[in-house]
C-alpha cells in the first residue's frame, strides 16, 4: 500500500490537481500546446526588469503593486480602486472563487471550459453545476440566468476559442444581478471585445485578464482583475490571508512596462491574427474541420484521425499540440498560433501524416 498519504490532510487527499500543458526541458520542440506567445516581449519590458533588477531586490515589493495597477487603470479608463493584480490571473480567479462565488447555490459554468474551475471548486469546497454548450459550442447566456452562486466563463471561451458579445454578457450581468459575473478575459485581446467597460455598470461583474498570453508575459505571473470596488476589497481580503507579496519587484516594473507599450502590443498581435487565419486555411485544406477562434489558438477535429493518434504522430516529429480527454471534445486538438513559419511547417507536417503517399510522389519520394 502507498505509505505517503499518512502525513497528508484530508484536504491534500481530496485534491485532483489541474495538470498543465508540457514545458519540454530541451528546446527539440515546436511548442503550440500551452498558447504562449511565439514572439518576445516588448524591449521596453526587458528594460523595466533590468533597471529593477540593478535597484532593490533587498527590499520587499510594494504590496499593492500601484506602479502596475495604476498601468491597469489608464489602460483602461477605470479608478485605481477596481483593479485587483496577482501572480497570474490563475491566482486571480483561485481568490475571486475563494471570495466571491462560494455560497449555498451552486456556482455554474459551461460543461467545455477551463478545467481549473472545478479544481478551484474541490480545493474551496464550492458546490458547482455545468451548463451545456449548444452544439456549436456556444454558450447561450439565457441558460445562466438561473437562481446560481455566481457564473464564470472564458471569453473567448477555452479551449474552443468562441466569442461571446458583450451586448450578451451586459444582459446577463443584468439578469443576474444577485451573484458575481466573472468573465475570464484570457484570449480577449485576439478578437473579441472586453467587458471591462460594463463593470463600471453593473457591480457583479468580475473581469479577469492576463499578460500571459497577448503580452507575452506568461513566465513573469502577472494578471489582474477589474470590478466594482467592493468586488475588489474582497479579493484583498483573501489576498492578505494567504500572500501579501503575491507581484515581485520585476513582475511589477515588467507588467507596467508591458502595459505602457500599447504599439508593440498592437503589432504583435495583429500578426498573430493574421497567422491564425492562414493556419486555419491551412487545416481546412487537409480536411479538419476548425472552430471558428477568437483567441490564439484553434480547436480542430480531423473526421478521419483521432486526435490522440495525430497528437503523438506531431509529437515523434518534434511539434507539440494540446488534446483533452473529456466528453464531447476528445475528437479535437488545440493548436497555438505560432510564427508564420512554425504553422507552415505545422501544416506541412499534418500534410505528411495524413497522406504519406500523396506527399511522397508529390516530393518526387524519398
Ligand atoms: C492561460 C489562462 C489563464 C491563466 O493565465 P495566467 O495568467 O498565466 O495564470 C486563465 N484562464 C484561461 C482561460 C487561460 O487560458
Redesign the pocket.
Known sequence: MDERPRFWSETARGLTPYVPGEQPKTGRYVKLNT?ENPYPPSPRVLEAIAREVSASLRLYPDPDALLFKTAVADTHGVPVSSVFAGN????V?AHAFCALLKHDRPLLFPDVT?S?YPVYCALYGISFRTVPLTEQFAIRVEDYAVPNGGVIF?NPN?PTGCLLSVDKIDWLARKNGASVLVV?E??VDFGGESAIPLARRHSNLLV?Q????SRSL?GL???FAVGHPDLVEALERVRNSFNSYPLDRLAIAGAAAALADQSYFEETRNRIVRSRERLSEGLSSLGFSVLPSAANFLFATHPERSARTLLGELRERGFLVRHFDRPRISGFLRITVGTDEECTSLVETLREILSPEKTERATGGR
Do not use: C, H, W
Not at 497570474?88 to 491566482?91: L, Y
Open positions: 498558447n497570474g490571473s490563475d491566482e480567479l477551463y481549473f472564458p477555452a475570464d484570457a484570449y479577469v492576463t499578460l500571459s498570453k506568461a505571473r502577472v494578471g
